[in-house]
Every structure is written in C-alpha cells, then in structure tokens.
C-alpha cells in the first residue's frame, strides 16, 4: 500500500505527463474555428435578407409616394400608398402614411418596416432585425414665369390646326393655373406669324421710330445685335414696320392708271404684320378666364418668322424688364399679385419657361426700307381732284436764276409730263419758274406712311419712278427696278432666320431658362430647328392632329416639378 508520499509523487507525474500530451488539439481548434465560419456566413445571409427587404421596401415607397402626391391624383393619397404597397406584396410592410397639404402643394410622408426573421443573428443575441424604409415627395408650383410662343401664320388654317392649337393651349392654362392659390405662376402669349404684333402698352415703352400710326399696327424691326443677347434695349431706336402693300403689282403699262384705281389700291391680305387687336402680345397674366379668352381669339394668317417670335418670348422673360413690369403693375397693365417679375435667372425659388410651337419653318419676307417708312415724302397731292405729282431734285438747274425758269421738276403722272409746279398748284399764274415755296400752295406734300394708306408699292415704282424717269421700255423698266430695290428690302433671309433662332433658343438655355418645343404638322427642316432649340430631346415633342394636347399636358406635367425630397 502506497504511502501519502508515494501518492503525491504519482499525482505530480500524472499531471506532468498530462500537460506534455497534445492529442487531440487540431479536432478542438477545428472546431471552434467551424463555429466562427458558420457564424459568419449566416451573418452575411441575414445581412443579404435584409438588404434585400429594406431596398424592395425602399423602392415601392418611392414609387407609391411620388404617385401620391401628384397635385393632379384624384385619389386619396393614402390610398395610393397603401394600393401600391398591396400590389407589391407589402402591405403588411406598411407602417404609416401623412399627408400635408397647404394650398398649391402637396407633400407625402410614408414609412415603411418589415421584420426580416434573422436566423444566425440569434447566436449573437440578436432576435429581431427590422428593415425600415422612408421616402418624402412634393409637388409645388413654385414661381414659375411661362411664355407661350404660339405660330398663329396662315398655314394654321389648315385641317383646324388653329382649332386644336386654341384647345390645346387652353387646356394647358387650366392645369398650371388650377393649383396655384398664391399666384406664383405667370403666364405671357406671344403670338407670331411673320412678324410680332407687340401691341399699344409694349410700344409706349421702347423708343420707336418711323410709327406708322396706323391703330393696333405695332410690329418692330429688331436689328440683328439684337439676337445676340436676351436683353431689348428701352433706348436703341427701333423702327416700326410700315404698313404697306408691298406684295401686290401694278398696271405695268405707259399710260397713266388713276390712283383711285383698283390696280393702284393697296391689299393688306398680304401684308406682314396686320392690325389685328386679336393676335397681339398678352403681357403676363394668372387670370386663367383671360388668357383662355385671348388663346380662343387668336387668327391664323400670315407667314413664319420662328425666330421673332422666340426673341420676343425670351425677352419678356429677362430679368432687365423688370423696371418696365413695375411700371406696367402701377398701370394697371399686369396684375399686382406678380411683383419682382421677371425673377433673376440664378433665383432658385423661380423658373422660366418657353414653349415654343410651330406648324411651318421660317419663310422670308420684306420691308419698306427706313427711308421711306414715314416723314417727307417728294410726293404732292391736289388738293382740290386727288392727283399726284412728285418732284426730282435732280431736274432743278439751280446753276443760274435764268435756268430756274427752265426746269421742269415736277413729274405729272396723270399728264405724263413734266411741270415747274405741281399739278393744281396755286402759285401766280404770272409765272412759270420753279419756285418751291410758292409752287407747293394749293397741294398737301404727303408722308410716306399717308402714301402706302392710299397706293400700293408696285403702282408708285411704276407711276411714279418708272414712267417718269425712263424714255424707253427698257429705261422705264429699268426705273421701276431701281425704285422696288430702294424702297423694299428682304427683312431676313431664312438661314440668318434659323441662326438668329438658335442664338435667342441658346442664350436662354444657357441661363436656365427650360424650353419645350413642339412641331405641329410642320416640315422636315421646322422639325429639326424646333428640337435643335429645345433643351433637351425630351422636352420636344411631334404632334399631329389633337396629338398637340397630349404634348401641351405633359409640358404642364412636367412644369409643376414633381421633386423626390428624401
């Protein structure tokens, strides 16, 4: 039998043996290792779980929230959310929905969680791990300044394009307007044909020259430095327009045709800017019955000039007009809900806006040149029988006094010579010298404008230029030429039309302004200027027929700026 000390010695070997034995140390740290495999890859399972939960969640929110919020869903917006999220598969994930809305504004709060059942994370104590989802839209209009830049040109006549534009634009106006309680839109008409009828109010605040004074007749010759920016100076001379025939011909024969003639009667059917009250510019206006009344009054005639029309558009949107605003908000002449109008194109409450229209593409056309708009004309008129006579400084002889007795300055049409006096003048019978003073008695020297009220341009190069300066048919031809070429002048030609267009269309897109563009029914080559000037591919559109409405309520869509928040 062992003693105490014997048994103490065979425990100590046995330990000491014990320790030294290392069978069976791989199997344990395999194991542990295992453990930490299985529990990270069942950690990345419910990570992955999770993720995939939370972004499904996460995208029908979005989508079932923006769709809420639509200021122009008839449905309750709850509803939305809710339907959107059945539909989905989720609607057990759908915790709450809050709806805020204050006048032109909608916004839409919903927030979404889904337990995602976590099978590994229990290892690490981790019973529960909800997905959460949260999404925030709004819809505003905020202050937004819209021009409409309409193509009123005789083509619109066709197959009641100008029907379907009225209705179309008309419509537009009701959804912008609908939902803005604080009058935070503005909207300007800008009707075109071949040229921009601006209107009495807009005239009386440029410095016009050359006024033809004929009534609602306000159409401006921009000069070309004009396109290059999208300021219009209030103190550049610009000259009106003269109303004129200048597209009608005349009798070209050498005897006289009396002036109260039907072949020397002017016809303004034809005329480049008519005095049409119907087809002026509308200032900026949020009075949706007014605008609709003066979309539906719109006329169609006349030919295209793209670029004038969108010049204008611009212009009326550029912020140096605000002084001019103000003064027309203290006339009366805008509303004055719209102050500090227009906005500066860096204020980011604000948002300007052109859509631009067109059936057609451009097509030149013609002017009375400066010289012979208005003032002094060299033509007199009886005043007793209505005949003319018109005088040549160059048939004066003023070399001696004895020769001024000798000229015969005065060209009588009716008479088919040359005279020391106008026809019918009372200067003394006792003498026959030219005497301007005296011989202009008894006649009324005419303006040009009182000229094309009362002659076509064709009947006064021909009477009155033509027959009196040439001797042959080749010479009276050769007059009459020369008189149409100083007095009628191409305003632009179609290529200087379409880089002026695209001077207005990218000076504007360059400061921000958003421009829509819609060809309607038009031609190849308006097509492609229109979408040139859009700024983007998505804000042109191509309509035909009542299709035109369809591309004036997605413009309307898109402007009251539908924003994701969150």
């Known amino acids: 039998m062992l003693n105490r000390q014997e048994i103490l010695s065979a425990s100590r070997a046995g330990l000491r043996q014990f320790r030294r034995d290392e069978t069976g140390a791989l199997v344990i740290f395999g194991l542990v290792l295992f453990f930490l495999m299985v529990m990270m890859g069942g950690l990345a399972i419910d990570l992955m779980r999770y993720e995939y939960t939370r972004t499904n969640l996460q995208n029908t929110l979005d989508r079932s929230t923006l769709a809420a919020a639509a200021l122009n869903q008839k449905l309750t917006p709850k509803d939305v959310v809710a339907d959107y ?25 919903s927030i979404g969680r889904a337990d995602t059942h976590p099978v590994f994370l229990h290892l690490l104590g981790i019973d529960k791990l909800d997905a959460m989802g949260g999404s925030r839209a709004e819809q505003a209009i905020t202050n937004v300044e819209i021009a409409l830049v309409l193509d009123i040109s005789g083509s619109m006549q066709r ?25 935070r839109v503005s909207i ?12 009495p109010v807009l005239v ?12 609602n007749d306000n159409c401006i010759e921009l000069p070309p430095s004009a396109y290059g920016t999208l300021v219009l100076s209030q103190t550049d001379p610009m000259p009106m327009m003269a109303y004129a025939d200048i597209a009608y011909g005349t009798n070209l024969i050498d005897a006289t045709v009396k002036p109260t003639s039907a072949s020397a009667k002017p016809v303004y059917d034809r005329t480049f800017c008519k005095p049409n009250p119907a087809n002026i510019i509308r200032l900026p206006s949020n009075d949706a019955t007014q605008l609709k009344s003066e979309i ?8 295209t000039s793209i670029t004038l029309g969108m010049k204008w558009g611009v212009t009326l949107l550029d912020p140096s007009m605000r002084p001019m605003f103000t003064d027309l908000i203290a006339s009366g002449d805008v509303p004055k809900n719209m102050p500090a109008r227009p906005f500066d194109y860096n204020d980011t ?11 057609g593409e451009h097509v030149q056309h013609e002017r009375i040149t400066n010289g012979y708009k208005t003032g002094p004309s060299p033509i007199y008129l009886s005043k007793t029988d209505g005949s003319y006579s018109v005088f040549f400084d160059t048939k004066v002889d003023s070399a001696s006094a004895a020769k001024i007795c000798a000229s015969r300055p005065y060209w009588v049409p009716h008479l ?13 019978a006792s003498t026959d010298c030219y005497d301007k003073a005296a011989a202009t008695t008894g006649v009324a020297q005419q303006d040009w404008k009182d000229i094309w009220a009362n002659l076509k341009l064709t009947y006064v190069a021909w009477q009155f230029y033509g027959r009196a300066l040439g001797t042959t048919a080749g010479s009276r031809t050769a007059a009459y030429t020369d008189a149409l070429t100083k007095m009628r002048a191409v305003y632009a030609d179609v290529a200087t039309m379409d880089t002026t267009l695209q001077q207005s269309c990218t000076g504007a897109k360059d400061r921000g302004v958003i421009v829509y563009g819609i060809a ?10 229109i979408k040139a000037c859009a700024s983007s591919t998505a804000n042109y559109f191509a309509a035909d027929g009542v299709e035109i409405k369809t591309a004036f309520q997605t413009i309307a869509s898109n402007i009251t700026m539908l924003k994701l928040t969150q």
């Not at 539906?296 to 030919?303: K, R």
């Not at 309607?520 to 200027?529: M, R």
């Open 416 to 428: 088919s010579a040359w005279q020391s006096r106008p026809w019918n003048s009372t200067a003394p």
């Open 296 to 303: 539906n009054a719109l006329q169609a005639e006349g030919n």
């Open 188 to 199: 300007t008409i800008v009707p075109y044909n071949a040229q921009v009828n601006i209107g």
């Open 520 to 529: 309607f029914e038009a031609p190849a080559h308006g097509q492609d200027v």
């Open 159 to 183: 197959n009641n394009k100008i029907g379907n534009l009225k209705a179309a634009a008309a419509d537009f106006v009701d959804t912008i307007l609908a939902n803005d309680p604080n009058h």
């Open 204 to 215: 009386s605040k440029f410095n016009i020259t050359n006024h033809n004074d004929v009534a």
């Open 349 to 359: 409450s604000a948002m300007k806006i052109v859509v631009l229209m067109t059936d």
């Open 85 to 109: 999220m059945d539909k989905a598969g989720l609607s057990d994930q759908l915790a709450s929905v809050t709806v805020t809305e204050v006048l032109n504004s909608r916004m839409v709060h």
